[in-house]
């Protein structure tokens, strides 16, 4: 398998994320759906791009499977969860840039744990995008204490492990469609979850609002399914920060475009940065790409 595999899946990821970021928030901005309700949604979307992936793929029944799906799923599903939660307990200015660290936890663990290694350039092109990362979720505001730091720290904790097993369960030979179904399963799982901290399942909404929330979180869906499938070809250490740098990106260039809405100074900064730290990953990964071939 080529070492540049990983790339075409990231790209369909940071297309599907960063349409989706642009348009998530409607459902509850336009017609109060709860968030809760859209965790629902969600989770039911996921079977669509789950039952796509296991075409012509056997589901893997061994047990190693079962344990890094489960782990992958449950910490990404308890992750949106607890970010609700927190959402009704503080404000996303301060909540956010927490959680945008998880891409470090990743790469941390997968240096680490799994011996990654990374080139002087690549190295610096990760640091860029984490330096990003945070650039895009900085807010300005009063800053506060309270129990959703505790719960932003955790929703950073479980992301970016679970970005991590989804590249060991890779290296387990695990494949991507048996690792996607787990976390469908894992998050229907968590429904009566859902349910319960929305307080019951609303019925007077207007149909608008369930309907948006399917398309929207279809395209979130989708771009989990890429995720699982760039993870699986390349290194966590490079996937992790590159996604969640360049989906920002298009996420504020759709938003310039539809709502006329023009970024921030540290938003600003962090395309930038977003965009170069890409581009040296990029480049190093095909270099050393080109150097096995002539070898």
Do not use: H
């Not at 079977?47 to 344990?67: E, M």
């Not at 945070?134 to 950073?156: H, M, N, Q």
């Amino acid at each position: 398998m080529r070492r540049t595999g990983w790339i075409p899946y990231a790209g369909l990821l940071v297309l599907f994320w960063g349409v989706w970021g642009a348009f998530s928030s409607l459902p509850t901005s336009e017609y109060g759906y709860p968030d809760g309700m859209v965790y629902i949604i969600w989770s039911i979307t996921m079977i669509i791009p789950a039952v796509a992936a296991l075409r012509g793929n056997t589901f893997d029944r061994r047990p190693i499977a079962a344990f890094y799906g489960l782990l992958v799923g449950l910490t990404g599903a308890g992750g949106q969860l607890l970010l609700f939660k927190a959402l009704t307990m503080g404000p996303a200015y301060i909540i956010f840039p927490i959680i945008a660290l998880s891409p470090a936890i990743t790469v941390i663990m997968a240096l680490v744990a799994l011996k990654e290694r990374l080139t002087r350039l690549a190295l610096i092109g990760v640091v860029l995008a984490l330096v990003a990362i945070v650039l895009f979720s900085v807010a300005p505001g009063d800053f506060a204490t309270g129990p959703y730091l505790l719960l932003a720290v955790l929703i950073c904790i479980a992301w970016g492990v679970q970005a991590y097993y989804m590249r060991k369960a890779a290296t387990a030979g695990v494949n991507d469609a048996t690792t996607f179904s787990w976390m469908t399963i894992s998050g229907l799982v968590l429904i009566p979850v859902a349910i319960l901290m929305t307080g019951g399942v609303p019925v007077d909404f207007p149909w608008q609002a369930p309907t948006l929330a399917a398309v929207t979180q279809l395209l979130n869906a989708v771009g989990a399914l890429f995720l699982v499938m760039a993870m699986s070809r390349g290194k966590a250490s490079v996937v992790a920060p590159i996604t969640n740098a360049l989906a920002p990106v298009l996420t504020i260039a759709l938003s310039l475009a539809v709502y006329q809405t023009v970024p921030s100074v540290y938003q600003t900064a962090g395309i930038v940065l977003a965009l170069a730290g890409s581009t040296l990953m990029v480049y190093t990964t095909e270099k050393n790409a080109e150097q096995l071939v002539q070898a």
